[in-house]
């Protein structure tokens, strides 16, 4: 990576400083688009420059912002820091180390929707980085970027945090809306979407942490500049959390485009123990299982790629799943989550992850019959595209492509409880 | 009388002012945290104080404490050490970690210590992944996070903890 454009705490070490932040052109960006730019003209520029949303969903940025209704107001931001999905930490970095750069680009984004508050929702266990957050925001007041008649304009705004306190739920847009309103949080039926139905019924624009830490340096560099990142669709840098199965986990920022391969054996520093990749999962642990055979370590990641070998992009969480690692075990942790995670709104994933994970329980111990194998996957199979949100879909990915792609596993799981039975036939 | 209120006015005041006056029901989080500030869980009594704060029922509230998982309605630990053993960590040993822990603690996972002040409980993902084993420690102050961690080190923590509460 020549250049970083979000984790720029790694060439400036104490970037996390309001002085040493502006010394290297921070808040320019801010002080240029309130002064000197219509608000539209922000939201063009974000458009023109293909970034989408880094939560998962990968939605065009500049295109949501628009979609804004202009007639009912006020407007509100909110900034989606609830990172919760096993496999990501990249959020975390970015608000622990490079602070200023996330809060300018909360601050470009309200200003380009007409916002004057802007909600930063965090996960309740990032309590000190909600505390480091509100002494920035406090400094941001005292040097007048942040408050009322900013540079001398008639645009005024604020910056709170709001903790949520360990509901991954809460991470899902109109979930998160529920929560700061202080009611369970819940997703809504959609439409409305949150830009002309949000917070407290307002337009609303939900970002998530790294989405938002993109804009200054956008803004900032121009247009042109941030495309020669990244592929011609899918624009830009992105962070990719590496970890399970890996010599050295970390966060990785790279161009979208870059293959799994470079990923995972040049800067990962590939597999520990001499042992062989097996799977990949590219969103964390609502993944598919990408079975990893040459074809998918020499795709790009990117968002159109990244499909063509049943798996998508996601938040960009890769998971590395070596040859110890059993995929029936996998499944297991990955309905426990799951299971503990549904909001219990919707009956088929309520009901679905319930039985997914007692399933799953019971192949694990070597409890089960080849039937309770289908039966899993038929289960799975009923939750699909049954719920008003992602999750119950995100409960079924690894299971489904589980059991489709690695069978032989699951074979071994019922052919072992047959051994056993033989040898406890009381059992 | 609402205790609460009487005790901490002025937190109150701020996290109030951080939410549109009609929809002051948003406060009830915050709120909440600052119930459980003193003895890391929420009482019956603060449920009903927090409710008249904000014009919402009892009920309402213990609903929010029962949705989510960092609010408790009842006291087990003073210190709750809470370790993720979510798919990314457990591929890095946190399983073994965590019920090695708990065997040289003398407890079983989701138990607290015989004098009352530490709890241990397995988590979901708690977004440190690539600095497995880990974990945070939850109080009435807050959370603070502890990466890359071996059983020694998490004693030592634990036994500062407990030499802490000695000398109060």
């Known amino acids: 990576m020549a250049e970083y454009i979000l984790l720029r705490h790694r060439e400036i070490s104490d970037i996390d400083q309001l002085e040493v932040y502006r010394q290297y052109a921070g808040y320019e960006a801010f002080q240029k688009a309130v002064s000197s730019m219509q608000p539209q003209e922000v939201t063009e520029m974000v458009k023109a ?60 984004c309200a ?49 709170y945090t709001h903790l949520g306190a360990g509901a991954y739920i809460c991470g899902e847009e109109t979930a998160m809306l529920e929560s700061i309103e202080g009611k369970l949080g819940q997703p809504r039926l959609r439409p409305p979407f949150p830009p002309s139905y949000g917070l407290f019924g307002k337009p609303t624009v939900v970002n998530n942490v790294e989405t938002l830490s993109s804009v200054p ?27 399970g199965c890996i010599n050295r986990p970390g966060n990785y920022e790279l161009p979208l485009g870059t293959t799994f391969r470079e990923l995972i054996f040049e800067h ?17 642990a ?18 159109e790629s990244v499909p063509s070998v049943g798996g998508s992009l996601g938040s960009a969480s890769v998971i590395v799943v070596d040859d110890s690692i059993s995929i029936p075990w996998l499944i297991n942790k990955t309905m426990h989550f799951f299971r503990h995670e549904s909001c219990g709104k919707c009956t088929p994933c309520r009901e679905g ?65 047959e051994h056993l039975e033989a040898l406890s036939p009381t059992d | 009388m609402n205790n609460l209120a009487e005790k901490y006015p002025r937190e109150i005041e701020q996290i109030l002012a951080k939410y549109p006056p009609e929809h002051k029901r948003a406060a009830v989080m915050p709120l909440l945290y600052l119930a459980q500030r003193e003895g890391n869980f929420v009482t019956k009594q603060d449920m009903e104080e927090i409710g008249e704060l904000l014009e919402i029922t009892a009920t309402e509230v213990a609903s929010i404490v029962g949705f989510y998982s960092l609010y408790y309605d009842q006291s087990s630990g003073k210190y709750r050490v809470q370790v993720c053993t979510d798919l990314p960590c457990a591929m890095r040993g946190a399983e073994e970690f ?35 084993p880990m974990f945070q420690v939850q109080d009435g ?16 923590l634990i036994n500062g903890l407990r030499a802490r509460e000695g000398k109060k």
């Open chain 1, 353 to 417: 992850t319930f039985w997914m994970m007692h399933l799953t329980d019971r192949i694990q111990a070597g409890q089960a019959s080849i039937e309770d194998v289908d039966l899993l996957h038929e289960v799975a199979n009923q939750v699909k595209g049954k719920c008003l949100c992602a999750l119950g879909d995100f409960s079924t990915e690894a299971v489904s492509s589980g059991i489709e792609r690695f069978r032989a596993d699951f074979d071994q799981q019922v052919i072992a409880r």
């Open chain 1, 268 to 284: 990962g520093g590939g597999i520990p123990g001499g042992r062989q990749i097996k799977a990949i999962m590219a969103a964390g």
């Open chain 1, 286 to 303: 609502s993944s598919s299982l990408i079975v990893a055979d040459d074809k998918a370590l020499d795709t790009p990641m990117d968002y």
């Open chain 2, 98 to 132: 965590l019920h090695k822990l708990c065997e040289n603690l003398g407890i079983r996972v989701g138990e607290t210590t015989p004098d009352g002040l530490v709890k241990v409980e397995e988590v979901m993902c708690l977004a440190g992944c690539d600095h497995a």
């Open chain 2, 141 to 156: 102050n807050g959370l603070t996070y502890h990466e890359n961690q071996t059983v020694e080190s998490a004693l030592e």
């Open chain 1, 217 to 243: 340096m956008i803004i900032a560099k121009g247009v042109s500049w941030y495309r020669s990142f990244g592929t011609e669709k899918s624009t830009g840098t992105k962070i990719f959390s590496l970890s």
């Open chain 1, 49 to 108: 420059s293909g970034l989408r949303g880094r939560g998962g969903a990968g939605f065009p940025t500049g295109l949501k912002w628009s979609f804004i209704d202009a007639h009912n107001r006020p407007h509100y931001v909110v900034a989606n820091a609830d990172e919760s999905e096993p496999g990501t930490f990249k959020d975390r970095e970015i608000m622990e180390r490079n602070p200023f750069q996330f809060l300018e680009g909360v601050a470009l």
């Open chain 1, 111 to 159: 200003y380009a929707i007409g916002a004057q508050a802007a909600y930063i929702y965090l996960r309740g266990e990032f309590w000190q980085i909600a505390a480091s957050l509100d002494r920035k925001i406090a400094e941001l007041h005292s040097a007048g970027l942040l408050g009322d008649n900013l540079f001398g304009s008639n645009y005024s705004l604020r910056i």
